[in-house]
């Protein structure tokens, strides 16, 4: 018994006696483009802090290994937030439901954890630690996504399927050696696309729709050449190829369609060990389009014409359906017409 009270006794001393993590009260040290400044800001401080009821807000000089949830509850009023330079590994985004812009670029992100349902409009996770971004898919409302200078090495397109007022979308210097197409994917708002320095050996963009996709950059990969001439890229202004590895004979194919569109390209190879065309270097040994491989591309694309065939036969049935209907209603309607009149002209 003297035991337990003792146990007791010691059980409250520390609870009430312990020092705990004290809150702090942060304010604005600066601002830098609108944005309100904070620093010095700890991983163990965080969620017991307050911070200004700011819209736009900077966090400098700190060390957050994990910022998420419990993070983004301290800052309820944020619209705009940069945290560059704070070492985070892990970013989760939830509770940030008044977020539109998040720069969080020079960091070590390797984890992603994203809540469906955000406004989010403007992503920045450049020059990170990326091998999978596919948890971005919920982020629908996305107009700019920089993902550039990360270690992704195979991407799936269909993860940015929902975005559908995507306008940049930025996948350079990364380790890009396929983008996988698994179905037609459309995104009617996209202008802007770099897959520039990355490793790409081949490229199929037969399924992908963007009619408003103005600039596209494919130099510095390993491409020896595409599955199509670019014809689904109707706004197509300006497409730069520059140091790959083009065939000569598509290269040459390539080039009339480009100048038939008036499409440009700004860049040339300052250096060619093959055949210098139209500025653009390209081999007479080049790899060219293996036979099978443009089978399967070409019915993948058959497939989709015909579930985009068997979609508008749907219509066209359900609208047939739809008059037949109406014109059985307007029959039976003129039938009982038809017997009022009789009805009356008898009364008469």
């Given at each position: ?20 993590i004290?809150?702090?009260s ?5 601002h ?8 010095n800001v700890?991983?163990?401080t ?10 736009s807000?900077?966090?400098q ?8 949830e419990e ?12 945290i560059?330079h704070?070492?985070?590994e ?7 439901n008044?977020l539109s ?9 390797s984890?992603l954890?994203?809540?469906?349902g ?7 996770l450049?020059q990170?630690?990326?091998?999978n ?8 409302e ?14 799936d ?8 007022n ?9 380790l890009?050696?396929a ?8 995104l009617?708002?996209l ?5 520039q320095?990355?490793?790409?050996t ?7 729709k963007?009619p408003?996709?103005?600039k ?19 706004a197509l202004?300006?497409l ?9 004979a598509?290269?040459?194919?390539m080039v009339?369609r480009?100048?038939?569109?008036e499409i440009?390209?700004?860049?040339m ?5 093959g055949?210098?065309?139209?500025s653009v270097c ?14 399967i591309?070409?019915t ?8 985009q065939?068997?979609?508008?036969q749907?219509k066209v ?23 009022l009149?009789?009805?009356?002209r008898?009364?008469?």
């Open positions: 018994m003297k035991l337990l009270q003792k146990l007791l006794i010691t059980m409250v001393y520390l609870a009430t006696f312990q020092p705990g004290p809150a702090t942060y304010n604005c040290t600066d830098f483009k609108n944005y309100c400044v904070i620093e700890t991983a163990e965080f969620p017991t802090s307050t911070f200004p009821e700011e819209k807000l900077l966090i000089n700190s060390t957050i290994p994990a910022f998420g993070q983004f509850l301290q800052l309820p009023t944020v619209e705009n937030l940069m560059h704070l070492k985070i892990q970013l989760q985004l939830a509770a940030c008044l812009t998040l720069f969080a670029s020079y960091n070590h992100i984890e954890d994203v809540a469906e955000l406004a989010l409009r403007n992503l920045h450049y990170n630690l990326l091998r971004v596919s948890a971005l898919r919920v982020l629908t996305l107009e700019q996504l920089y993902l550039n200078d990360n270690l992704l090495e195979v991407l397109i269909d993860t940015f399927a929902g975005m559908k995507l306008k940049i979308l930025t996948l350079h210097r990364n890009l050696t983008i996988d197409t698994k179905q037609a994917v459309n009617p708002s202008e802007s696309l770099f897959l320095h990355n490793q790409l081949y490229l199929d963009t037969g399924l992908w963007m408003a996709l103005k596209l950059d494919l130099s510095s990969n390993e491409l020896g050449f595409l599955f199509t001439f670019l014809e689904e890229f109707p202004r300006t730069e190829l520059h140091d790959n590895k083009w065939n000569c598509w290269l040459g194919k009339e480009l100048e038939s569109r440009q390209h700004s860049q190879d300052a250096t060619c060990d055949v210098l065309f139209s390209c081999l007479t040994d080049g790899a060219a389009p293996d036979p099978m491989m443009l089978l591309s070409r993948a694309i058959v497939d989709d014409l015909h579930d065939l068997g979609n508008q749907r049935d359900d609208l047939e359906e739809s008059q037949r209907k109406q014109t059985h209603s307007y029959k039976e309607m003129q039938r009982k017409i038809d017997q009149d009789a009805l009356c008898g009364e008469l």
